[in-house]
């Protein structure tokens, strides 16, 4: 039940992303690292708001972006490229 419903949170998360002219496999967090680092104002408030709003969890948005790089949001057959 908690794996289903964190999987329902991370499609919402995805969604949001994508209906702000995100791509749609990323997630909000992995996008506000990636433009925070870019350099991106508006996107650097939104990582450090992010990182605060999961302050038990620490560098959030960082974590999701390497999550991203790594493939490891993917099942394991998958991970592959």
């Not at 990182?51 to 560098?59: C, E, I, N, R, V």
Request: charged letters at 20%; glycine letters at 4%; a neutral charge.
């Amino acid at each position: 039940m908690a794996s289903w419903l964190l999987n329902i949170a991370i499609a919402i998360d995805q969604l949001l992303n994508t209906l702000l002219a995100g791509q749609p496999d990323e997630t909000l967090s992995s996008r506000a690292h990636r433009m925070r680092v870019k350099g991106q104002r508006w996107w650097g408030w939104t990582a450090n708001a992010v990182d605060l709003l999961f302050f038990w969890q620490s560098g959030h948005c960082e974590a999701a972006y390497q999550s991203e790089l790594d493939r490891t949001q993917l099942p394991p057959e998958m991970r592959r490229l």
